[in-house]
Each structure stands twice: as structure tokens, then as C-alpha cells.
């Protein structure tokens, strides 16, 4: 840790065979396990945290709430109906006159619900569904694979409001609804992980070493492939939300008088022409701060389960081209590579890791500003690996951007 | 190349017509016979065997499923019997004045998405990128007919500048076109939402391109910076864009229905909404499998688009 040019002295006795002293790529400690590491780096995010801390207070606002702020929101009350802000009632009252506020926590309530309730569902379908594909192999992850293919090919919100003509209005259905039209992400991506772990050393170790099947994939598959769902899960319920938005601001939503954000935006195009703001801007707001602290969450749960972008031991990095210690906290001094504007200009510093999810996503965020492989050993690989595949494996993508699974958005 | 492309057409056919057969599914599952439609909700039994007989609504269903396979084929999407009119053409009627508003967006995006993004490369981890990474992400978390009525309250209402919904009086794309203040904010408000995706990858493409060799080599040749980001890293940065347009069909019917249905503008989208009201199956299955089909496209094209481009990619 003294030696700043410790790491490649080390590197370099590896290659020449002079030193056992540990892999390449410097010092190993073992210090916790892959979760701990994980969660430490996903804590280390300020965004993550806040955007975390976003929907903890959703889920107190809208299930606590009540109790401290309760509203008739059964009984309409014409006599009532849209009163500004004030009085009483802290947001006013919407055309049937229930409390705003006490309809807000309400309609969250049904979206954090629909929206964990179907990214669940998904995910179990999902993840059963790629990793029978991914295991079995040959002609059944064939036509597995074509099956998720031709589903993934329907536009998801029109199918969705289709049956929601007929099935729709309460909370369970909508969910429903949601989630068994939304596994087909979930199950490209586990199964892509399954078919690259299957293929990992440490399974064939494993297998070796004289493991049973069942061990091997409860022991060793799973785990490693849950990372991949666990990032998922974020972005499900984030866009379950907006379609659930998308369906109750289309009127097809729940039944009156239960309701979701968006049913309450459904006559918000008279709201804002009568100048009802208070109809239509808190209930926004909120559907755009939970959505957004979702995504928040997942890009940071991403990169967190990234192991190429994990630190190996707490404390200071150092970057392999100068081994100048960086924390986390503070800009590198790396410079990347000597790039005209780095010359001139003393700004064009880049720092090992951007603040927050301005960087680049899926690949080398630690080192997203210059992106060099000089910099960051892991910029090579992350560029190296969207050559053949016609997908948009863009390190910007929003989700884990297997070459395979193209699809990142889904509407 | 050319073994490529057909075996990517054999797959997308395949597809295509596994789309059928859940769409058929669905169709006969939501709607088994059009019959009460024609005969009014409270007809006889006997008179709706009859019909379904007399229009072959009583064969078994696989026989019934070529048979819809067969008009598909021939461009035949069924009958809407709620507006009385073919379902071939409605869509043909509607989709001119969606086409204009799509593509129009759809343009307009990448006009702004892809400066954005070189923008935000090259100035990277400066307080310009860390503003319209910001902006960006929470137009990606917005709902868009959020930020239509956000447009709406402004631009239209407060302001006075746009129309808060498009004049009854276009009727056709070409009179859309020559009116653009009556589809300034349908345009934008579905623009938006791409800019946000688009403008994403089109910084990280940027961030990888300007790391490499022949960037360093361009400039050192004394080229301008300029000429460097115009000439040599603009063509190789959008090579992604290609993929990302040809994935965003589905997002931008998505879209289209949203945004047709908040500024009543007569399209696809509305006419959609309208069947959804009307429990019209046929129009609406008819118009998921055009989505479908459009989606299976728009990969196709892309793809090979792609390989087209990019001498890289190789395709075995």
C-alpha cells in the first residue's frame, strides 16, 4: 500500500515468474464477501442513497401517511369539488371533492404496489423461464428463446391496454396484467448469464471437484446470476409504474374510487385549462420523482454488482498508468491519455468516477472520463465486447447491455 | 451479407407469424364472434349461430387461423363493424398523419440528441454535461403526456404562442405540414422523450470514439477540433444511433398514442383510443400487429443497417 508503484512491480513478476505474490492486477485481500463489497460500493453512491432515501419516503408517505393526514376519499362530496390549496386541505380537493394530498398517499400506495407486485411477478417468470432455456440448451432454449422473441416483438403498452379493456380495475389484476407481458427482459438476461457462467472456470471447477447438478446450480448459478436480476427488478418496477401511469391516465386504470397517479391525471387536460394546477403538477411531480429515484437506484445496484468495476479492498485505488492513489471522494489526477485538450487545458482532468450515473453506464465508470485503456484496465474489454453484435450494447444502456438483448425500452 | 439477410428474414418471418397466432388468440379469446355486433347485444342464440355460421365463425379455429392468416397476407385486417368501415382502411386513412407526426419527431430528436451528445462528450464532467445528463434523466423518468401538459400550461395556455390542441381543420399530413404551429408541441412533446435515450448513448458513443487512436491521429495530423468532431468522430459515434432508431418503433407508438390523445390529433393513436372505448378487437388487434410488424422491421433494417455501415461488424 506504501509503494506506489507496488501493483506493476507486482504485475511484472508474474510475467517474468520471479514472484508468487499474487494475480496480476495487484494485491487481493479478501476482506468480504462479493454482497458486502457490493453493497459497500452501492452506499458509497450519493445518488444511490438519495434516491433510495426518495423511496423510503414514498413508502412512509403513502402507507404512514394516512394515519397522520387522514381524508375521506369514499364519499363524494359535490359541494366541495376543486378547491384551491388552503383550508384544511393542503393541496385542495380534486372535482369530487376528496383531499388531494389524501388521494396523493392513495394513488402511491396502488403504484408502489402494482409496481413491485408485477416487477415481482416478472421477475419469477422471467427468471425461471431463462434460466430453464440457458440450462437445458439445444432446441429448447430454442424455441424458448423464439417464444420470448415473438413476445418481446408486441408492443407492450398496447397489448397491455387491450386486456385491460376487459381485465382491469383493481390492484391485482392490473399487476397481473403487468407482469406476465413484462418477463421477457428478465428472461434474456438471466439467460445470458447462465449460458456465460456456465462456461466459467469456477463451475467446471466445481463440477470437478465432484459436485452434484443441484449443487451447482443452487450453490454456484444462482448466485452469481442474481445480481443481474436483483438490477432488473429496479428497472421493472420503474417502468410498471409508468405503464400503470400510461393505462390510468388513458382511463383504463383502476375502479373508482380506488385510483393510481395516472387515473388522477386523467382529466388533467381540463384541469390545467380551468388553472387547476394543484390537480395536476404534485401528483406529476410525484410520479416523476419515484420513477426517477427508481432508475437512480438501479443504475447505481448495477454498477455496484459490476465486479469489473469493483474495488478490491477499501481505501485508496491507484490508477495503473501513474499508481497515484485516488479515493473516491476526490477527482483523480489521472489524466487519461495525452489528448490535445488535456495539453492545453488544465480542466480536462478526468476524474476516476463520476459523480453519480453522469457517466458512462454499463462499462469502465471508473474511469468514464477518458475511457482509455491506459487509464482503466476495464475500458478495453467493456469496448471490445459489442464488436459483432448488432445490438445497441452502447455502455450507455440502460440496462445491462447483453449483446444479445437488445431491447432497452419496452413500451 | 446476402445468407445473413435471409436468415434474418426467415427468423423475422417466423416471428411475425407467431404474432398472428397470439394475436388471433387474444382476438378470439376477447371477441369470438363479431356477431352481436352486427345482430345488436341482445340477439336470439339461434340468430348469432346462424350468422356465425353464414360467415364461417363456427370451423374449427385452426381452420380459422389460415384463414386470418390468408387476409393478413392480403393486407386484410377484418371489418370494423363499430365504425362500419374496413380496419385496412381506417389504417390507411390515419396512418399519413401519424407517419408525419412520427417521423417529424423522430427527426427532430436525432437533430437535437446527437449534437447534444457529442456536446456532452467532449465537454465531459463539466457543469454543461452535468446539466443535461440531470435534464436527461428526469425527461426519462417523465411520463410524456406529463411533459405535454407541462408544454401545454406554458407554451400554450400562459404564453399563448401553440394551439393547446390541434385544429379540427387538418385533416391530411400535407395540411399538418403547412400549419407547423399547430403541431409544434405534439412534435416536441414526443421528440422529448427520445432526446432523452438518444442523447445517452450518443455521449457514451462519443466518450469511447474520442478515446481512440484515429481521434488522436486526426488531431495530430493539425486538424481543426472542428473538423475532428464533424468529419472523423460524428460518422463513427452514430453508428449506435442506427440500432437505437431501428429499437425505438415501439417507443414512439407508445408515444404517438399518447401524444395524439392529449392534443387530439386525428392518427393511429387516436384511432386506437377510440377502439379502446368502443371494445373494438378488431381495430385493436389489428394495430398491435401492425406494431408488431413495424417493431420486427425496424430490427431487421437496423441490423442490417448496420452491417451496411459499419465494415466492422461481421455477420456469420
Known sequence: ?411 | MTGYIIRRLATAVIVVLGVAAIIFALLHWLAPTPAYDVLGAKAQPAAVASWDKLHGYDRPEIEQFFSYLNKLLHLNFGYSYKLDQSVSALIKENAGRSAYLTGAALVLSLIIAIPLGIMQAVRRNTIEDYTFTTLNFVLYSMPSFFLGLILIQFLALDWGIFPPTVSDSITSAWQAFTHPMQLTLPIVTLAAINVASFSRYMRSSALDNLAQDYIRLARAKGLSERAVLSRHLLRNACLPMITLVGLSIPTLLAGNLLTEYLFNYPGLGLLFYTALGNLDYNVLLAYVIVGAILTVLGNLIADIAVAAADPRVRLD
Open chain 1, 1 to 411: 500500500m506504501t509503494d506506489p508503484a507496488a501493483p506493476l512491480i507486482e504485475g511484472l513478476g508474474d510475467i517474468t515468474g520471479l514472484s508468487m505474490a499474487g494475480p496480476d492486477g495487484g494485491e487481493v485481500q479478501v476482506i468480504a464477501s462479493g454482497w458486502k463489497l457490493a453493497l459497500r460500493e452501492f452506499f458509497d453512491n450519493k445518488l444511490a442513497v438519495l434516491g433510495l432515501a426518495v423511496i423510503v419516503l414514498f413508502v412512509l408517505f403513502c402507507f404512514i401517511g394516512p394515519l397522520i393526514h387522514p381524508s375521506n376519499q369514499s364519499l363524494v362530496n359535490p359541494l366541495n369539488s376543486d378547491q384551491a390549496p388552503g383550508g384544511g386541505h393542503a393541496l385542495g380537493t380534486d372535482e369530487n371533492g376528496f383531499d388531494e394530498l389524501g388521494r396523493i398517499m392513495l394513488g402511491g400506495q396502488t403504484a408502489l404496489e402494482i409496481g413491485f407486485f408485477s416487477a415481482a411477478i416478472a421477475t419469477v417468470i422471467g427468471t425461471l423461464w431463462g434460466a430453464i432455456a440457458g440450462l437445458a440448451g439445444g432446441i429448447v432454449d430454442g424455441i424458448m428463446m423464439r417464444i420470448v422473441d415473438i413476445l418481446l416483438s408486441i408492443p407492450l403498452l398496447f397489448i397491455v391496454l387491450v386486456l385491460a379493456t376487459k381485465y382491469s380495475g383493481t390492484v391485482f389484476k392490473l399487476s397481473l396484467l403487468i407482469g406476465l407481458w413484462a418477463w421477457t427482459i428478465p428472461s434474456r438476461l438471466v439467460r445470458g448469464e447462465v449460458l456465460t457462467l456456465r462456461e466459467r472456470d469456477f463451475i467446471s471447477a466445481a463440477r470437478v471437484m465432484g459436485a452434484t447438478r443441484r449443487r451447482i446450480v443452487l450453490r454456484h448459478l444462482i448466485p452469481n446470476a442474481l445480481s443481474v436480476v436483483i438490477v432488473n427488478v429496479t428497472f421493472q418496477v420503474a417502468d410498471a409504474i409508468l405503464i400503470l401511469a400510461y393505462i390510468g391516465f388513458l382511463g383504463f386504470g383502476l375502479q373508482f374510487p380506488a385510483t393510481s397517479w395516472g387515473d388522477m391525471l386523467g382529466g388533467a387536460q381540463n384541469y390545467v385549462t380551468e388553472g387547476y394546477w394543484w390537480l395536476v403538477y404534485p401528483v406529476g411531480g410525484c410520479l416523476v420523482a419515484l420513477v426517477l429515484a427508481t432508475n437512480l437506484v438501479g443504475d447505481a445496484l448495477r454498477d455496484a454488482f459490476d465486479v469489473r468495476l469493483r474495488r478490491r479492498q477499501p481505501g485508496p485505488r491507484r490508477c495503473l498508468l501513474c499508481s497515484r492513489s485516488t479515493t473516491s471522494r476526490l477527482r483523480s489526477s489521472c489524466r487519461g491519455p495525452p489528448s490535445r485538450r488535456s495539453v492545453t487545458s488544465a480542466s480536462a482532468s478526468t476524474p476516476t468516477r463520476p459523480s453519480g450515473w453522469s457517466g458512462s453506464r454499463a462499462a469502465a465508470s471508473r474511469c468514464s472520463g477518458s475511457r482509455s485503456s491506459a487509464c482503466c484496465p476495464t475500458a478495453v474489454t467493456s469496448s471490445r465486447a459489442r464488436s459483432s453484435s448488432a445490438a445497441a450494447s452502447s455502455s450507455d444502456c440502460r440496462r445491462p447491455s447483453c449483446g444479445d438483448c437488445a431491447a432497452t425500452r419496452w413500451l
